[in-house]
């Protein structure tokens, strides 16, 4: 499974991804003046999307729902405490308009003040998470509260939650849609996965032909969202092709990565397509298209590992740490900075990103793309598509911070505390830590 960065056996367990037990906070990149033409609105909502809530508030201030700043979009299935921005000239009655609210709706009004500008999108330093894992054995405690620990300290791929991609799980496909409006072309990734998941190429076929996608149905706010789900996918592709990559290096010797990258391209083509066929109407959609996904992931790197010199492998073997650097990397500061080219993965570069002073980053596909060099952009080439959307870079690997483990014997249960950075999806994190999917 090339989603999973780290070897430890799966920890058997129960997460209820509801209000009761997954809570978020979101902390603020900055502190709020008191002043200001916004009022700044602290609010907390229980089994609400972030966009639902934006209706509802729209509607009660008889606002346009885009005059509403917010730093960032919090689960549905959760209490979850974000800040908003309104027009402050239009909130005049906001403490009676929100007790109104109160009675229709789980929304509560914590605090407000003003300030100088608009919340926007990333407008925020992290959020701060708790979790309760349900029908934990006091083995099982053991094992979760040391790789907890582990992973927290040595850090996790950041992989889009599964909360990205919709109900269904399928909405990367109508960005895809979108997308082919534009432009045609897709990236290789997606041609070798409609190779190896016929299904996924008759679903994206119906969905691009669906009337809908002919319609105004959906207005921009919507189609942003599906196409950022788009580019989100073909992330997670690449970075799963980067997990795969470090643990054949962790794993195996240049010599033997040589032999193996050498044939396991066509086996890989052969497994998959026999797999499939077996199992049959007995798989599901998306277990199958996990395993397609680790399929091209795998043939990707292998492809890759095969055109690198010996020199190279051996360079790439010696790292280590649980993520493998790149030459050409393109790279940012930890938790916040500027980009820069990764001259080379040397001892000091790979001690400096244990130590969390920088991060690899991987594309979200679109327009002004800023690339990685040499061999860094020779793998991320395989994973890019035309989107028309503005392009950006996310972090490839982050760590969580002030965690806090109890295990409460008496009921098999464990509460979970840490922080993440903005961005970032606890599901992911503990999916990580698990070593099991989780889906709502």
């Not at 405690?141 to 040391?146: D, N, R, V």
């Not at 800023?370 to 860094?376: D, E, F, H, I």
Request: hydrophobic share 40%.
């Amino acid at each position: 499974m090339m989603y999973f960065a780290y070897s430890h056996a799966p920890i058997s367990c129960y997460f209820a991804h509801s209000s009761r037990d997954f809570v978020v906070q979101e902390i603020p990149l900055y502190a709020f003046s008191g002043s200001g033409e916004h009022r700044i609105l602290r609010v907390r909502k229980k089994n609400l999307s972030t966009f639902e809530l934006l209706s509802i508030i729209a509607q009660a201030f008889n606002l346009p729902t885009k005059s509403i700043g917010y730093a960032g979009l919090k689960d549905k299935h959760a209490t979850t405490t974000q800040y908003l921005s309104l027009p402050a000239k239009s909130t005049q009655h906001f403490c009676a308009i929100f007790d109104s609210l109160a009675k229709q709706h789980d929304i509560k009004l914590l605090d407000s003040t003003l300030h100088s500008n608009k919340l926007r999108l990333g407008h925020l330093k992290g959020n701060r998470f708790f979790v309760r894992l349900k029908k934990l054995n006091p083995t099982n405690a053991k094992k979760l509260e040391s790789t907890f620990s582990h992973i927290a300290k040595n850090g996790f791929p950041n992989f889009f939650g599964f909360q990205r991609f919709g109900i269904n799980g399928d909405n990367y496909l109508l960005g895809l849609s979108l997308s082919k409006r534009k432009n045609a072309q897709t990236s290789p990734y997606l041609s070798l996965l409609a190779q190896l998941h016929p299904s996924f190429a008759s679903t994206h076929a119906q969905a691009h032909q669906n009337p809908l996608f002919h319609t105004k149905r959906y207005n921009r706010a919507m189609q942003e969202f599906f196409i950022s789900s788009y580019q989100s996918f073909l992330f997670n592709a690449w970075l799963r092709a980067r997990v795969c990559l470090s643990a054949w290096a962790r794993e195996f010797s240049p010599q033997e990565l040589q032999e193996i990258t050498r044939h396991y391209a066509a086996q890989a083509l052969e497994s998959t397509f026999s797999r499939d066929s077996a199992c049959g109407l007995e798989s599901t959609f998306e277990t199958s298209l996990q395993n397609a996904q680790d399929t091209c992931a795998a043939t990707l790197c292998a492809q890759f590992l095969q055109s690198l010199p010996t020199a190279a492998l051996e360079s790439l073997c010696a790292q280590p740490q649980s993520f493998a650097l790149l030459e050409g990397d393109l790279c940012c500061h930890y938790p916040h900075g500027k980009l820069f080219s990764l001259e080379s993965a040397s001892p000091q570069e790979c001690d400096r990103f244990s130590q969390q002073g920088f991060s690899p980053t991987g594309a979200l596909s679109g327009q002004n793309l800023k690339a990685p060099s040499t061999l860094a952009g020779q793998l991320e080439q395989s994973f890019l598509a035309p989107i028309p959307a503005p392009s950006s870079r996310r972090y490839a690997w982050v760590w969580a911070s002030e965690v806090e483990f109890c295990y409460k014997p008496e009921v098999a249960q464990a509460e979970l505390h840490f922080s993440l950075p903005s961005g970032a999806y606890a599901t992911s994190f503990l999916e990580q830590v698990l070593k099991q999917y989780l889906r709502s």
